[in-house]
């Protein structure tokens, strides 16, 4: 298992209702897939740097879980079909090892 983030821009016209059943139907896959959800982070409607299909702004949404790579691609494929989101990217998250506590000698 890896642990990834996916940052999805979705269209500024969908609704909150549309907008969570995107967002739950990636935790669906990941559960599904045997994967664990962290977090969901909405960040809200947003302006963008550059117009996109005409559109000045995107509601951005950034997702935590952990996941066979497998799972990442089937995640990837379907959210390009999926009417409403303008763009996602999918990243792995690097998890550095916890230090050791060092013992002082005196």
Not at 39 to 51: D, I, M, S, T, V
Request: aromatic share 6%.
């Amino acid at each position: 298992m890896n642990g990834y983030e996916i940052m999805l821009m979705l269209d500024p016209e969908l609704g909150d209702e549309r907008q969570e059943e995107i967002v739950t139907r990636i935790r669906e896959r990941v559960v599904s897939d045997g994967g664990t959800w962290q977090a969901h982070e909405p960040w809200g409607r947003r302006k963008l740097a550059y117009e996109i299909a005409k559109k000045n702004e995107a509601h951005y949404h950034l997702v935590h879980f952990d996941s066979s790579a497998e799972t990442l691609t089937e995640i990837a494929r379907v959210l390009k079909i999926t009417d409403g989101v303008m763009r996602h990217m999918a990243v792995r998250q690097i998890r550095r090892a916890q230090p050791e506590a060092v013992q002082a000698t005196a």
